[in-house]
Each structure stands twice: as structure tokens, then as C-alpha cells.
């Protein structure tokens, strides 16, 4: 049989097997629905966190201290909370424009692509790479020797974009399907 015959062989043998329907369990179905509500909720924290420092909500923060009222969102965590190793850095940076602007924009796009289930490699990413900084912020944490919230949100955010847990209760598989996103993988 030469190259040509096998490969027509191959081919028209692929064509006629019908797919395997593939049915989820209950178990499936509810690690699911844990995985999009753990999604949505980790994405209301970054979003409350958001609207009550640009509004002063007056849980954290009180509204003469809001980000719209002239207030930091960096400045009083970042001069009077910074604790370790990396202090100084954290003192020098308190309170800048750019500081403010990125965190708020982090807090801000992380909250509202997690609660809708778009862009949620780039959300995990981001929202992990936002938490590990703000654990450095505080070494050692003040419970333990190592180990925070921080770091099991990070770890949370990284199961969330491995489970694919954007497609339910979300707007994963639409977003999946744009064609730039179907270009661009990494903005799935």
C-alpha cells in the first residue's frame, strides 16, 4: 500500500467513527458551579475593593478619603502598612499618580472580567501577580510565617483559569469564539 492509499484510508476510517458522546456527572456538573461561583466571588472582592476606594463607600474607606475626593488608594496602605523587606520600596512609591491609576485599573478590570468570565488568563495573571505583590507588602505576614490570603487567592486564581471556569455562568465560550481571542489565545 503506498503513501497515497493510506492516507485516503486513514482519512475516510476518521470520517465514519462516530464521536463519543461525552456525558458530565453530577460530580462534574457541581465542581462546575463551585469553580463559576468561587470565579464570581473572588471577582466581587477585587471589584468592591475598586468601588469603595474610588467612592469611599465607607467600609475601608470613608468618602472625604475617596480616590473621587482627591484620595490615594496607595497612599495610606503603602506609608503606614508596609511592613519587611521590601518596605522602602513600597514608602517610595506611596501615593503616586501612576501607582494609584495602575492599581485601580487593576482592582477594577480584574473584578469585572472574573464576574463576567472573560479574558481570564489575563485576569488570573494579573489578579495573581496584584496579590503577590500586595503579600510582599506585608512580610511576613502577621499569622503565619509565610502564608496569607494572598497567596491561596493567587493559587485560586490560577485553578480558575485552568478549569476553564469562564464558561459557566459566564461569557467564556462567546468571548472564546471572537475572532480576535481565536487569534490571540492569550487574551482567552
Do not use: C
Not at 74 to 93: C, H, S, V
Not at 112 to 136: C, E, H, K, N, P
Amino acid at each position: 500500500m503506498d503513501i497515497m492509499t493510506a492516507t485516503i484510508e486513514r482519512n475516510t476510517t476518521a470520517r465514519t467513527i462516530a464521536p463519543v458522546a461525552k456525558t458530565e456527572t453530577t460530580r462534574q456538573r457541581a465542581a462546575r458551579y463551585v469553580w463559576a461561583g468561587t470565579r464570581i466571588a473572588l471577582g466581587w472582592i477585587f471589584l468592591w475593593a475598586f468601588l469603595d476606594k474610588a467612592f469611599g463607600l465607607g467600609h475601608a474607606t470613608e468618602a472625604k478619603n475617596a480616590w473621587i475626593n482627591g484620595g490615594s488608594p496607595t497612599k495610606g496602605f503603602l506609608t503606614f502598612g508596609a511592613a519587611g523587606p521590601f518596605k522602602g520600596i513600597y514608602n517610595d512609591i506611596a501615593g503616586a499618580t501612576w501607582a494609584d491609576w495602575l492599581f485601580m485599573a487593576g482592582l477594577a478590570g480584574i473584578g469585572v472580567a472574573l464576574i463576567l468570565g472573560i479574558g481570564m488568563r489575563i485576569a488570573a495573571a494579573a489578579g495573581a501577580l496584584l496579590l503577590v505583590l500586595m503579600w510582599t507588602a506585608v512580610l511576613p505576614p502577621e499569622n503565619n510565617p509565610f502564608m496569607d490570603d494572598h497567596l491561596i487567592y493567587a493559587a485560586v486564581l490560577a485553578g480558575l483559569a485552568l478549569v476553564g471556569a469562564e464558561n459557566t455562568f459566564g461569557l467564556g465560550r462567546a468571548w472564546g469564539n471572537l475572532p480576535i481571542v481565536r487569534k490571540y489565545g492569550w487574551l482567552k
